[in-house]
């Protein structure tokens, strides 16, 4: 069993910056794909990038592409995703997961992919 649990959010300023932080306990998430995700009141959640287990590939969402970047931390058992050139269409809680499947087929299954979730994190992003 893997428990996860984000920080990093807040407000911030449009063309700000964020990091933010999933970390895990209960088992290595060097075993598992990671994704980020977010979802605003009333709409489906999102998948915003991915990043394997071993080769570390990753994967961006059309709408974040070279603004934001997600990576790992071995040692740490956590997961980041920086958030740059923040846009106030970027507002929303933002969740990780783990998945056993991998990033490709977790994306093919959807959101049932994933087998572990956090509680998510808000970030707001005024104009």
């Known amino acids: 069993q893997v428990q996860l649990a984000e920080s990093g959010g807040g407000l911030v300023h449009r063309g700000g910056s964020l990091r933010l932080s999933c970390a895990a306990s209960?088992?290595?998430?060097?075993?598992?794909?990671v994704g980020w995700f977010r979802q605003v009141p009333g709409k489906d959640r999102l998948s915003v990038s991915c990043?394997?287990?071993?080769?570390?590939?990753?994967n961006y969402a059309d709408f974040v592409q070279g603004r934001f970047t997600i990576s790992r931390d071995s040692a740490k058992n956590t997961v980041y995703l920086n958030l740059n050139s923040l846009e106030p269409e970027d507002s929303a809680v933002y969740y990780c997961?783990?998945?056993?499947?991998?990033?490709?087929?977790?994306?093919?299954?959807?959101?049932?992919?994933?087998?572990?979730w956090g509680g998510g994190t808000q970030v707001t992003v005024s104009s």
């Open positions: 997961a783990a998945s056993a499947y991998g990033c490709l087929m977790a994306a093919k299954r959807g959101l049932p992919g994933y087998d572990f």
């Open positions: 209960g088992a290595s998430l060097d075993n598992y794909a």
């Open positions: 990043i394997s287990s071993g080769s570390g590939n990753a």
